[in-house]
């Protein structure tokens, strides 16, 4: 019923800043956390960022921190993040995901919900 649909990606210099976008539909957009993954060839899908359903508290993991933002706007039913001072290590396909509640935002097995990815190439 909940469908999650990301935009943005693309390719930037090392350096540059790109911001992706997710829109939800199909539930109430309020009720659900969201969260930012990405997964790059050969390797595991690794928590970006996540917040909770009125953005007032804020997750990242330790490669996010100081250089990424998330955010969200409820009444466009969307979860935004900002990536500044971009590093080939970023390239990656970027997923959102959306959870009821989870105690563990920093996993993917505390979603429940997927978006189908948007590339984000950072060459050096």
């Known amino acids: 019923q909940v469908q999650l649909v990301e935009s943005g990606g693309g390719l930037v210099q090392a350096g540059g800043s790109l911001r992706l976008s997710c829109v939800f539909s199909?539930?109430?957009?309020?009720?659900?956390?969201m969260g930012w993954f990405r997964q790059a060839p050969g390797k595991e899908r690794e928590f970006v960022a996540g917040?909770?359903?009125?953005?007032?508290?804020?997750y990242y993991a330790d490669s996010a921190k100081g250089r990424f933002t998330i955010s969200r706007d409820n009444a466009k039913n969307t979860v935004y993040l900002q990536m500044n001072s971009l590093k080939p290590e970023d390239t990656a396909v970027y997923y959102c995901?959306?959870?009821?509640?989870?105690?563990?935002?920093?996993?993917?097995?505390?979603?429940?919900?997927w978006g189908q990815g948007t590339q984000v190439t950072v060459s050096s």
């Open positions: 917040l909770n359903w009125n953005g007032a508290i804020t």
């Open positions: 995901a959306s959870t009821i509640y989870s105690d563990s935002p920093s996993l993917v097995r505390g979603y429940n919900m």
């Open positions: 199909g539930r109430t957009f309020s009720s659900y956390g």
